[in-house]
């Protein structure tokens, strides 16, 4: 199409009389731009060649041109993807026509297929790569020709590479074609292997690294676009717990952690760590020390070349080996053990069933040592939890136990308020309870808070009896001993035995807990006369003073004497004057003669037999009704009696038989 001017004469002045065919096809637009020597028209569509016909009729003259020229075609714009993989381009321009017999196409002199689109055509292009490949159109005889290039290589994504590794690596995109001699390509400046291409995809192998690199590759002299690889982030797949929270070395397991420790920074609750970085497996291990701290959650970022990535750092949790007892009164609490930090805001202190806290925790020395203050209290193994930053120990805590400074005595008899004096009471008197051997201690009251208690102790006897002080289920063992059995008098048996009566104090009232001997020898069966003053046993026959009496009362002893009843004298027989034997009545002379003593006249008497109020005396020659008889049994109070001889007889013969007068007299009984 177009606007065609002809220049002549006598071409008239009115376009009505003006007709005009181009090889036969009648023409429009006919003006007259010149009367007679100028007109123009519009040339049918799709005209081409050199060899057209213009046919010119006026008022029915004609005229005609020969071999008229279409302008020769013209590319003004080749549109469409330039794809290596071949593609569908536009050819914009003029002159094409519309006859695809006229129209021969070649691209580095290799015949191209198209298609008339819409005055344009369409061409198929086929596989390739680079830069100006020489286009021949020809349309109709006239020809012309021009570049063409590929598009050039656009990288869109890259992937895989092993992480920081390195490794081989996937490139996505456009216009690699499919030639990999016709392909470099380059990372981070330097050039790397290609291993495989096609028009979509090449494989590079890419070295190891971190962070972004630019890659780049030329296809046959056309480069890319300058794309930024990023190695894949660092993963965290476990971190060691720091065995203390004064710090430690924390080893730290991944991937893309790369090989060069002074790209990697770490940093822990968002504060960079300053420590040393090591790595200890390339890639994959690297270890530093983290500085004190404490908890379960603190977070851990690791930077590698500026990617990053997180995890939750965990010191070790608190430990507790020691925790000290206090007093009832409470006080400072003392905890020893591990991993309890150095901020005492973070630490938390409860114990027993209704979390009682432990306030105002500090330490006596960073991570190890820690007082708090505890409230009065009584009892034993309470659960105790020692929370650090929320990581929890356990131990138990213990008020110290009761204890006694001073334990009383009680009468036998009681019914008085026994004091107790010592430490750790508590300050809860219904906590208390106090117990002398079975029986419970009565009446209980706490005098001084946890130091002094009193009670009303049962009745009873004995010492060193198991007895307990109860405060809070913690228990202190003692023996208590009530006042000791004291002997005030004893009553003298006679020597055949009999019923002793012992008077005194803190005998009791249970007979079958007292044991009474007198001269080591049992006095039964004993029992209490009169409760707690008064005894009565029975002894055997026996003879003595001053004989020892053992009176035990459930294991207290008290110790006296007992003498037998001193011997009395009722009667006396007689004897001659010659001596002989003489039958003493009386009491209390025992049954051993050996331990009679008989004196009379200055000299001893020798004791036959003796029974208790009966003895037979071998008594010296004497006279006389009022001699002395002195009797001791066994060292007692001797007892005096009268020694009577017969009376002296005569006999009928009185004579003399001497010149000198003196006179025999005859009898008996006259003594010598």
Same mark, same amino acid.
């Given at each position: 199409?177009?606007?065609?001017?002809?220049?002549?004469?006598?071409?008239?002045?009115?376009?009505?009389?003006?007709?005009?065919?181009?090889?036969?096809?009648?023409?429009?637009?006919?003006?007259?731009?010149?009367?007679?020597?100028?007109?123009?028209?519009?040339?049918?569509?799709?005209?081409?060649?050199?060899?057209?016909?213009?046919?010119?009729? =006026?008022?029915?003259?004609?005229?005609?041109?020969?071999? !008229?020229? !279409?302008?020769?075609?013209?590319?003004?714009?080749?549109?469409?993807?330039?794809?290596?993989?071949g593609s569908n381009v536009s050819f914009i321009g003029s002159g094409f026509g519309n006859d695809p017999s006229k129209v021969f196409i070649t691209l580095d002199n290799n015949t191209l297929d198209f298609a008339f689109v819409t005055g344009n055509l369409t061409v198929k292009m086929p596989t390739g790569t680079g830069k100006n490949h020489?286009?021949?159109?020809?349309?109709?005889?006239?020809?012309?020709?021009?570049?063409?290039?590929?598009?050039?290589?656009?990288?869109?994504?890259?992937?895989?590479?092993?992480?920081?590794?390195?490794?081989? @690596?996937k490139v996505s995109g456009y216009n690699f074609g499919r030639n990999v001699s016709l392909i470099t390509a380059h990372f981070n400046r330097r050039e790397i292997r290609v291993i495989s291409v096609s028009d979509f995809e090449l494989e590079i192998e890419i070295p190891e690294g971190s962070a972004f690199n630019p890659l780049s590759v030329?296809?046959?002299?056309?480069?890319?676009?300058?794309?930024?690889?990023?190695?894949?982030?660092?993963?965290?797949?476990?971190?060691?717990?720091?065995?203390?929270?004064?710090?430690?070395?924390?080893?730290?397991?991944?991937?893309?952690?790369?090989?060069?420790?002074?790209?990697?920074?770490?940093?822990?609750?968002?504060?960079?760590?300053?420590?040393?970085?090591?790595?200890?497996?390339?890639?994959?291990?690297?270890?530093?020390?983290?500085?004190?701290?404490?908890?379960?959650?603190?977070?851990?970022?690791?930077?590698?070349?500026?990617?990053?990535?997180?995890?939750?750092?965990?010191?070790?949790?608190?430990? =507790?080996?020691?925790?000290?007892?206090? *007093?009832?009164?409470?006080?400072?609490?003392?905890?020893?053990?591990?991993?309890?930090?150095?901020?005492?805001?973070?630490?938390?202190?409860?114990?027993?069933?209704?979390?009682?806290?432990?306030?105002?925790?500090?330490?006596?020395?960073?991570?190890?040592? =820690?007082?708090?203050?505890?409230?009065?209290?009584?009892?034993?193994?309470?659960?105790?939890?020692?929370? @650090?930053?929320?990581?929890?120990?356990?131990?138990?805590?213990?008020?110290?136990? *009761?204890?006694?400074?001073?334990?009383?005595?009680?009468?036998?008899?009681?019914?008085?308020?026994?004091?107790?004096?010592?430490?750790?009471?508590?300050?809860?008197?219904?906590?208390?309870?106090?117990?002398?051997?079975?029986?419970?201690?009565?009446?209980?009251?706490?005098? $001084?808070?946890?130091?002094?208690?009193?009670?009303?102790?049962?009745?009873?006897?004995?010492?060193?009896?198991?007895?307990?002080?109860?405060?809070?289920?913690?228990?202190?063992?003692?023996?208590?001993?009530?006042?000791?059995?004291?002997?005030?008098?004893?009553?003298?048996?006679?020597?055949?035995?009999?019923?002793?009566?012992?008077?005194?104090?803190?005998?009791?009232?249970?007979?079958?807990?007292?044991?009474?001997?007198?001269?080591?020898?049992?006095?039964?069966?004993?029992?209490?006369?009169?409760?707690?003053?008064?005894? =009565?046993?029975?002894?055997?026959?026996?003879?003595?003073?001053?004989?020892?009496?053992?009176?035990?009362?459930?294991?207290?002893?008290?110790?006296? $004497?007992?003498?037998?009843?001193?011997?009395?004298?009722?009667?006396?027989?007689?004897?001659?004057?010659?001596?002989?034997?003489?039958? $003493?009545?009386?009491?209390?002379?025992?049954?051993?003669?050996?331990? /009679?003593?008989?004196?009379?006249?200055?000299?001893?008497?020798?004791? /036959?037999?003796?029974?208790?109020? @009966?003895?037979?005396?071998?008594?010296? *020659?004497?006279?006389?009704?009022?001699?002395?008889?002195?009797?001791?049994?066994?060292?007692?109070?001797?007892?005096?009696?009268?020694?009577?001889? !017969?009376?002296?007889?005569?006999?009928?013969?009185?004579?003399?038989?001497?010149?000198?007068?003196?006179?025999?007299?005859?009898?008996?009984?006259?003594?010598?």
């Amino acid at each position: 199409g177009g606007v065609i001017f002809l220049n002549g004469s006598n071409l008239g002045r009115f376009e009505s009389q003006v007709t005009i065919r181009v090889n036969g096809i009648l023409c429009s637009g006919i003006r007259v731009i010149e009367n007679d020597t100028e007109i123009s028209f519009s040339a049918p569509i799709y005209g081409t060649g050199l060899h057209n016909r213009i046919d010119l009729m =006026i008022s029915n003259q004609n005229d005609s041109i020969e071999n !008229f020229a !279409f302008p020769p075609p013209l590319i003004a714009l080749i549109d469409g993807e330039k794809s290596t993989a071949g593609s569908n381009v536009s050819f914009i321009g003029s002159g094409f026509g519309n006859d695809p017999s006229k129209v021969f196409i070649t691209l580095d002199n290799n015949t191209l297929d198209f298609a008339f689109v819409t005055g344009n055509l369409t061409v198929k292009m086929p596989t390739g790569t680079g830069k100006n490949h020489s286009v021949y159109l020809q349309v109709d005889g006239q020809n012309t020709s021009f570049s063409y290039s590929y598009d050039h290589p656009l990288i869109i994504r890259a992937n895989g590479g092993n992480g920081t590794r390195g490794g081989v @690596v996937k490139v996505s995109g456009y216009n690699f074609g499919r030639n990999v001699s016709l392909i470099t390509a380059h990372f981070n400046r330097r050039e790397i292997r290609v291993i495989s291409v096609s028009d979509f995809e090449l494989e590079i192998e890419i070295p190891e690294g971190s962070a972004f690199n630019p890659l780049s590759v030329n296809v046959d002299g056309q480069d890319s676009n300058e794309f930024s690889y990023q190695y894949d982030s660092p993963v965290i797949s476990s971190v060691s717990v720091v065995n203390s929270t004064t710090g430690g070395n924390v080893t730290v397991e991944g991937s893309n952690f790369g090989t060069n420790s002074s790209l990697i920074s770490i940093f822990l609750n968002g504060i960079r760590v300053n420590s040393s970085i090591n790595i200890v497996q390339n890639h994959t291990v690297i270890d530093f020390v983290a500085p004190s701290g404490t908890g379960s959650n603190n977070r851990l970022r690791i930077s590698v070349d500026g990617l990053e990535s997180e995890a939750t750092l965990r010191y070790s949790s608190p430990f =507790i080996y020691n925790v000290s007892s206090l *007093p009832t009164t409470g006080g400072d609490l003392q905890i020893q053990g591990y991993n309890f930090g150095d901020n005492s805001s973070l630490i938390e202190v409860v114990f027993g069933p209704n979390t009682v806290s432990c306030t105002d925790p500090s330490f006596l020395q960073f991570h190890t040592f =820690i007082t708090c203050k505890i409230p009065s209290g009584i009892g034993a193994n309470y659960s105790l939890s020692l929370k @650090v930053d929320g990581q929890a120990a356990t131990s138990s805590f213990s008020y110290l136990p *009761p204890s006694l400074t001073s334990i009383p005595t009680s009468p036998a008899l009681s019914g008085i308020r026994a004091v107790f004096q010592g430490r750790n009471f508590g300050d809860i008197p219904s906590e208390i309870s106090i117990t002398i051997g079975p029986r419970a201690c009565s009446r209980l009251y706490l005098d $001084i808070l946890h130091n002094e208690t009193s009670c009303v102790v049962a009745p009873g006897t004995g010492a060193n009896i198991s007895s307990s002080i109860n405060v809070g289920g913690q228990i202190f063992q003692f023996n208590f001993s009530y006042i000791a059995p004291s002997i005030t008098f004893v009553g003298s048996p006679s020597t055949t035995g009999g019923s002793i009566n012992i008077q005194g104090s803190n005998f009791g009232t249970n007979g079958s807990v007292i044991q009474a001997f007198v001269d080591s020898k049992p006095c039964k069966p004993i029992f209490v006369s009169r409760e707690d003053t008064e005894l =009565i046993c029975g002894v055997e026959q026996g003879i003595g003073i001053n004989l020892p009496l053992i009176l035990n009362v459930n294991g207290q002893i008290a110790r006296s $004497i007992m003498n037998y009843a001193p011997p009395t004298v009722s009667s006396v027989s007689k004897t001659t004057t010659m001596g002989g034997t003489v039958t $003493i009545q009386g009491q209390n002379f025992g049954i051993y003669p050996q331990n /009679i003593s008989v004196i009379t006249r200055g000299q001893n008497c020798t004791v /036959i037999s003796v029974n208790h109020n @009966v003895m037979s005396v071998v008594v010296p *020659p004497g006279t006389g009704l009022n001699n002395n008889l002195l009797v001791n049994v066994a060292g007692n109070s001797p007892f005096t009696a009268t020694l009577g001889y !017969f009376a002296p007889t005569l006999s009928d013969s009185v004579y003399t038989d001497r010149s000198d007068g003196l006179v025999t007299i005859n009898g008996t009984e006259f003594g010598n």
